[in-house]
């Protein structure tokens, strides 16, 4: 009997039913709960974005200003944390630090704070995740952490905690948008894993701190990093960019930040990525990242039909506001946190366990019998 037919890595699968975004991959096109995704990058600030998310609505005036306070009162690490933060050493993989760091937050929860509901829980990860990952810089550079303002944006806090100095009006807006742009993507690898694991009634920080992990892999958020390694490879030898990508293909490697399952044209948010790096380029009067990003992007598109992602541009974008490469993917799950909190929400509002089936192409009718010896104490 021939094995069922698979679906390769879940191809075209549709696995569940959401209301949160909707990906068209042919347009280019993607839409948080109805707004389209250019729309709200240029109108809303991340907070705003990831209570739509959360709750299905903009916030109001007053929901924003509560969002924002609870916020600003949750940043503070538990001291247990930043004991460990301390402690991880200077060599740590930021992501593994974080998926650490995530997953110890409940053990120092106030006792009150276990039973906060889902929504709560969701506004105080996401305040906590920008201080773990600006603590971990700190600490790997033998600097003290920078403690929490008691006002400001999740940008604006973040990039204060990482460099000690408030940021300007200008980076704060454009690592803001970054983070709009990052927040949410239907049923990507990461996002699937947080549901399947908050599927089986675990807790929320089960659920991020597994997704955590999916992110790091470099087929997925681990990409943005790579992107950079790659561009500081091109920079450092000789060639030009259209044959050092032409000799990568050759040899059959893949070029980070390019091709996606879903989009068959360029990502949406790579389009609105290359206008912050364009507008940073412009500020700076020019940047090395951008001439050879569009050098590549010109090469991939007519060499493979392959367009860049999220990733490929949100790369220079970091390095140019003085991010260290490493921090990338941990960024990007600053910001998804709110994509990944809200899907967790959904799937408990309509729970059902997720449990597909594997076709089984393994050996059949074996016996032990002659072939193993039985070593365990008679
Ligand atoms: N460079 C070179 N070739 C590529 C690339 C790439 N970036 N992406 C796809 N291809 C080729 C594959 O080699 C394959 O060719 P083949 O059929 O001749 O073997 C074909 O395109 C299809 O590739 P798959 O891996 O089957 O496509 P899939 O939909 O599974 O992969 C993925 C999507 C993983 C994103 C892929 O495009 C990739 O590896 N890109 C580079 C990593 C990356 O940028 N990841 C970030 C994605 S966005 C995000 O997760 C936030």
Known sequence: MS?????????????????????????????????????????????????LLWTGELPSGAESERLNS?????????PAV????????????PMSVLRTAVSMLPLYDHPLESDDDPLTQSI??????????????????????????????????????????????AAEHIFDTCLTLHAEHGLNASTFTARTVAA???????????????????????????????????????????????????????????????????????????ELLQALSDEQGGSVWLDMSMEIMETMTASK???PNVDFFSASVYA?????????TPIFALSRVSGWTAHVLEQWNDNRLIRPRAA?????????????????PS
């Not at 609870?70 to 538990?78: E, G, I, M, S, T």
């Not at 004991?83 to 050493?89: C, D, I, P």
């Not at 995740?129 to 303002?149: N, Q, V, Y």
């Not at 140019?320 to 990338?328: H, R, S």
Request: proline share 5%.
């Open 3 to 51: 094995a069922p037919k698979t679906a390769r890595g879940l191809e075209g699968v549709i696995a569940l039913e959401s209301k949160i975004c909707s990906i068209d991959g042919t347009a280019g096109s993607l839409v948080y709960r109805g707004y389209d995704i250019a729309d709200l990058a240029a109108n809303c600030p991340f907070e705003d974005v990831a209570w």
């Open 70 to 78: 609870q916020l600003a009162a949750h940043r503070v690490l538990p």
């Open 82 to 93: 930043h004991e460990f933060l301390a402690r991880v050493g200077e060599h740590a993989e």
């Open 124 to 169: 105080r990860l996401t305040a906590r995740i920008p201080t773990i990952i600006a603590a971990f810089e700190r600490r790997r550079a033998g600097l003290m952490p920078i403690r929490p303002l008691t006002h400001g944006s999740t940008a604006h806090n973040f990039l204060y905690m990482m460099t000690g100095s408030e940021p300007g009006e």
């Open 200 to 274: 089986t009634l675990t807790d929320l920080h089960s659920a991020v701190t597994a997704a955590i992990g999916a992110l790091k892999g470099p087929l997925h958020g681990g990409a943005n990093t790579a992107v950079m390694h790659m561009l500081q490879e091109l920079e450092s030898n000789q060639m030009s960019p259209q044959d050092f990508i032409l000799t990568k293909l050759e040899k059959k490697e893949r070029i980070m930040g390019f091709g996606h399952r879903v989009y068959r044209t360029i990502d949406p948010r790579a389009v609105i990525l290359k």
């Open 305 to 307: 039909n392959l367009y």
């Open 320 to 328: 140019t506001l003085g991010i260290p490469a490493d921090m990338f």
């Open 360 to 376: 089984y192409v393994g050996p059949s009718g074996r016996s032990v019998g002659s072939t193993h010896t039985d070593k365990r």
